[in-house]
């Protein structure tokens, strides 16, 4: 069951692929204190592999977070974050924060996809066992 939080994340994520026309949303998941997502990206530099799309919108070696490209994983993240948050804070919740950056992984083949995809959907099972379950704040 999603708190008013989650569900305003919950809301914002299903919005990204119908405001953004670059992206679409492939597996997800809301988990109390942060979000499991795989995004596809399409732009200009779409590179055709088998039956998958790579997307390669960022260097191998991670991400500058200093300037967002139009369309880029860092901007598409930083303006749902943005949202969100003015959302939950018109709540009355104004001790809500993200981490400031994101974990990101380019999925290079159907294995890895499906492997992700299992990750997502287990991912609540295990919620009792992970180590960043918080025992006192609040949760999404």
């Not at 300037?67 to 994983?73: F, H, I, M, N, Q």
């Amino acid at each position: 069951m999603l708190s008013e939080i989650g569900k305003i994340v919950e809301e914002e994520w299903q919005k990204t692929s119908k405001i953004r026309e670059c992206v679409n949303l492939d597996a997800w998941g809301i988990m109390p204190n942060h979000l499991h997502g795989i995004l596809i990206i399409k732009n200009e530099i779409d590179m055709p592999r088998g039956n998958l799309i790579m997307n390669v919108e960022t260097p191998r070696r991670g991400i500058s977070t200093s300037k967002w490209k139009p369309d880029s994983l860092g901007s598409i993240l930083n303006q749902f974050k943005s949202i969100c948050t003015k959302r939950i804070r018109n709540l009355n919740c104004s001790d809500f924060y993200w981490q400031s950056r994101f974990y990101d992984h380019i999925i290079r083949d159907e294995k890895s996809l499906h492997e992700i995809r299992e990750y997502i959907h287990n991912n609540p099972l295990k919620w009792n066992e992970d180590k960043n379950n918080p025992k006192y704040g609040k949760s999404f």
